[in-house]
């Protein structure tokens, strides 16, 4: 599973807030978000981005995470199967559990639309989504999601900055099963933090009302 992108290109990411904008003309790749800004929500103009992404690869997909108790009711039975091996509290096999789901719900919503060639999936790991104030719950949470996603044997990264990731997860290490980083507002020459070692393979900046992406 590696890096799908060819280094120094140059793509975008979109998804629900560009529904009914013209698609972006410069870019060779592209990321598609697959929610409506938060998780087990559905992008709805997400196949029409998708199949009018440029191809140099297929498109890759993106993920918004959060943690909130209310999503207990939303957990997959897959899922919360999955759960039962994982080590830790009620509350944080829980969380885990929650993680699994917000990516097994989204996986099925891509591939039910159609979206049947994929790069590799992203999570979008920001502080604007909810999170509890029990950091531990969020690593639990942002576990269960690439151990899921990475059950479809694509590559699995996370979007996040330094500053983001340290609030949400208080910690330096990364989930286990993870390829890479999309680093927001970062540069390919800097590490993402001294301690984590899992390369960058996209930076992100924002300008022109657009998301723009290079390949490292």
């Given at each position: 599973?590696?890096?799908?992108?060819?280094?120094?290109?140059?793509?975008?990411?979109?998804?629900?807030?560009?529904?009914?904008?013209?698609?972006?003309?410069?870019?060779?790749?592209?990321?598609?978000?697959?929610?409506?800004?938060?998780?087990f929500?559905?992008?709805?103009?997400?196949?029409?981005?998708?199949?009018?992404?440029?191809?140099?690869?297929?498109?890759?997909?993106?993920?918004?995470?959060?943690?909130?108790?209310?999503?207990?009711?939303?957990?997959?039975?897959?899922?919360?199967?999955?759960?039962?091996?994982?080590?830790?509290?009620?509350?944080?096999?829980?969380?885990?559990a929650?993680?699994?789901?917000?990516?097994?719900?989204?996986?099925?919503?891509?591939?039910?639309?159609?979206?049947?060639?994929?790069?590799?999936?992203?999570?979008?790991?920001?502080?604007?989504?909810?999170?509890?104030?029990?950091?531990?719950?969020?690593?639990?949470?942002?576990?269960?999601?690439?151990?899921?996603?990475?059950?479809?044997?694509?590559?699995?990264?996370?979007?996040?900055?330094?500053?983001?990731?340290?609030?949400?997860?208080?910690?330096?290490?990364?989930?286990?099963?993870?390829?890479?980083?999309?680093?927001?507002?970062?540069?390919?020459?800097?590490?993402?933090?001294?301690?984590?070692?899992?390369?960058?393979?996209?930076?992100?900046?924002?300008?022109?009302?657009?998301?723009?992406?290079?390949a490292?």
């Open positions: 599973m590696g890096d799908p992108y060819t280094p120094g290109e140059k793509g975008y990411d979109i998804s629900w807030p560009q529904c009914g904008s013209p698609m972006p003309s410069a870019g060779s790749f592209a990321v598609i978000g697959v929610n409506g800004g938060a998780p929500s559905g992008n709805l103009c997400m196949m029409d981005q998708y199949a009018n992404a440029p191809r140099s690869a297929p498109p890759s997909l993106y993920l918004n995470t959060g943690y909130l108790p209310q999503y207990r009711y939303l957990i997959t039975s897959g899922c919360r199967h999955q759960a039962h091996s994982i080590t830790g509290m009620d509350i944080e096999r829980e969380a885990w929650i993680g699994c789901s917000e990516a097994e719900t989204s996986i099925r919503y891509a591939y039910a639309l159609g979206a049947s060639s994929i790069s590799m999936w992203w999570l979008d790991v920001e502080i604007l989504n909810k999170w509890s104030q029990q950091l531990n719950l969020n690593r639990f949470t942002l576990q269960g999601a690439v151990t899921r996603l990475s059950q479809t044997d694509l590559p699995v990264g996370i979007y996040s900055s330094p500053a983001m990731w340290l609030m949400i997860t208080g910690v330096l290490a990364m989930p286990g099963y993870l390829s890479a980083i999309w680093f927001a507002g970062g540069s390919c020459s800097r590490s993402f933090l001294p301690e984590v070692t899992v390369p960058v393979w996209l930076v992100q900046h924002t300008f022109n009302h657009l998301d723009h992406d290079w490292c």
